[in-house]
């Protein structure tokens, strides 16, 4: 019932910017608590970045902290996530996901987007 779509990849240079979006459904964005995740090639889904239901608790992966902003727009029911200083090793397909659970672990979530790549070249 609930679905995400993220939007915002793409190719950029080290020390680039880019600010990934993730669109959710009206009913249920406020009801939710939401978060990012990673995957590079060969590796495991990674933790990146969650926001409670309010918005008033964030949270961050030691490899990001100080980098990413995570936030959520309730008028236009999105999340965001805002990528300052990108280096190669964020290399990945980013995914959205929401859930009952305020967690830094993929089984606290219960919806997910399709993803969007992002890669950082040299």
């Known amino acids: 019932q609930v679905r995400l779509v993220e939007s915002g990849g793409g190719l950029v240079q080290a020390g680039d910017s880019l600010r990934l979006s993730c669109v959710a459904s009206?009913?249920?964005?406020?009801?939710?608590?939401m978060g990012w995740f990673r995957q590079a090639p060969g590796k495991e889904r990674e933790f990146v970045a969650r926001i409670s239901r309010s918005g008033a608790t964030t949270d961050y992966a030691d490899s990001v902290k100080g980098r990413f902003t995570i936030s959520r727009d309730y008028a236009n029911n999105t999340m965001f996530l805002q990528m300052d200083g990108l280096k190669p090793e964020d290399t990945a397909v980013y995914y959205c996901a929401a859930g009952p659970y305020y967690s830094t672990y993929s089984s606290g979530y219960t919806y997910w987007g399709q993803g969007t790549q992002v890669t950082v070249s040299s």
């Open positions: 009206e009913r249920t964005f406020s009801s939710v608590a």
